[in-house]
Each structure stands twice: as structure tokens, then as C-alpha cells.
């Protein structure tokens, strides 16, 4: 049978997968919470659920190809802005179906692109975490503060448009002040953001531990004066099993903010 990805591509499976490899750390967690011994590869940086124990194919940006092919899975997972396309585009060369998921830009499409993985692709009932993480994210609270929220630096780079990390923060009153910018992850200059800061365009900062680390002796320096919060990147960006407990742990460290 002839599945679709999420980018209207076809997935030619020969029957519900039985291997799976995924690419994708996030959708790792899912697969895994969701059907327990369904995956038999994962990237090196696929950390959760703790003590998986499958086999590693290095990176997300840069998978061991033939450590794929050697597993001869029945499908790869892998996303559109994690991993690339001739890595995808050589696996299908050599016959492994590839389910590439859409990087999404809000928490709803986050899920909705699980749930047709999980369901469509893989074959299994939907699993109770994902109606929890659904009932948890519906509502958006009123707007408190805006803030700046780097994911890189040297260069700075930060959330721009249409991003889940955008979302989810704007659903917990935090607006972002690059929402409006045309790139999805633009490239600021360090003067451009204290610059917001100064005059009152940012009044927060939000500093997540992946993909670039950030500490509190790592980031807050860079912005003199400004309010910084660190929070867990895999709250932020992550969109499986831990999105139950994100809004909780992400609310807590902006308590306070905008009152």
C-alpha cells in the first residue's frame, strides 16, 4: 500500500511497519511511549524516553546513511527542516519508504502531524498522552510580555515567524518580537536585539538549552539589564509525550512575568 507524508509524498509500504528508524528526536519519544519495541534505529541525540536501547546512526543533520540501510527498516522518520533531503532522497534510491514530517508552526499542527504518523502511518490507536498534550494546549492566555527568544549564537539567531516554539509561548501569554519577521529563523545583530530591549519593543528574554545550550553564565550576559529566563528546549520545541508536562514546568519559570 501507498501511504502520504505530510508533504504529499509517497510512502510505498509493503504492510503496518513492524522497524522503524527515526531521525527525528521528538518523534522518537512518541514512537517509543506510543509502541514499545516498534523502533530499531534512532539519531545519537534521541535521549528520551531515558534508556532506549536501539541502534545509533549519528546525527539528525547528518545520519550514517549505511547504518540505516543496514537495519533494512520497514520505514525512516525523519522531518523537513531537521534533516536533509538528499539523505531522505538516497534512502528511497535504496528502497526504504521515508515519512518526512512538516516542521510545524503551532502546537495544534504539531500534533495533528503525530497523530497522522502514529495513526496512519504506523498503524496504532491513539495514544492517550496525545489527547492529554491537546486538552493541555487548547487554551492561549491573554498576552503579558514580548519577548526576544535566541536558539543560537555566534551568530544570534531567533524565532521568527510560524514557529512551534512562537506558539507555544504565545499560548502562555508570551508574544515573540520577531513573529512579523519574513524569516522563520532570522539572524539579528547583537546591537539589533538590545536595541528592542532598550526601547521597549522585548521586555524578556527566553533562553533555551538546545540546540544551542544556554546557561546562566552562557546568554544573560550578553543582554545588560534585560529580564532572562531559562527554560528546557524540549519543552519549548519538543511536540510528543513531554508537551503533558511542558506547560507546567514553562509556566512556572515565567511566573511572574508581565504582573
Not at 517509543?32 to 516498534?38: F, N, Y
Request: glycine content about 10%.
Amino acid at each position: 500500500m501507498t501511504l502520504i507524508d505530510d508533504l504529499g509524498e509517497p510512502v510505498p509500504v509493503t504492510g503496518v511497519p513492524r522497524t522503524v528508524v527515526s531521525l527525528v528526536p521528538s518523534i522518537t519519544e512518541a514512537i517509543a511511549e506510543s509502541a514499545a519495541g516498534l523502533l530499531v534505529g534512532a539519531t545519537d541525540y534521541c535521549i528520551h524516553p531515558a534508556g532506549l536501547d536501539v541502534t545509533r546512526v549519528g546525527g539528525s543533520k547528518y545520519p550514517k546513511v549505511d547504518r540505516v540501510l543496514e537495519l533494512r527498516p520497514d520505514l525512516v522518520v525523519a522531518n523537513s527542516e531537521e534533516n536533509r533531503p538528499e539523505d531522505v532522497a538516497r534512502l528511497r534510491a535504496d528502497g526504504i519508504p521515508v515519512w518526512v514530517t512538516e516542521a510545524p508552526g503551532t502546537v495544534p499542527a504539531g500534533l495533528a502531524s503525530v497523530r497522522r504518523l502514529l495513526t496512519q502511518g504506523l498503524g496504532l490507536d491513539e495514544p492517550a498522552w496525545l489527547v492529554a498534550a491537546e486538552d493541555r494546549w487548547r487554551e492561549t492566555l491573554p498576552r503579558r510580555a514580548t519577548a526576544i527568544v535566541p536558539v543560537w549564537r555566534k551568530p544570534w539567531v531567533v524565532v521568527g515567524r510560524d514557529t512551534f516554539g512562537g506558539d507555544v509561548l504565545l499560548r502562555l501569554g508570551i508574544g515573540n518580537a520577531y513573529a512579523a519577521h519574513e524569516d522563520r529563523y532570522p539572524r539579528p545583530s547583537l546591537d539589533e536585539l538590545n536595541g528592542l530591549l532598550a526601547d521597549g519593543t522585548a521586555g524578556l528574554v527566553v533562553l533555551p538549552d538546545e540546540p544551542y545550550e544556554f546557561t546562566e553564565t552562557d546568554g544573560p550576559e550578553a543582554f545588560p539589564g534585560a529580564r532572562c529566563v531559562l527554560v528546557s528546549g524540549r519543552d519549548l520545541t519538543w511536540y510528543g509525550p513531554s508537551l503533558v508536562d511542558a506547560w507546567g514546568r514553562l509556566s512556572a519559570a515565567l511566573d511572574g512575568i508581565g504582573r
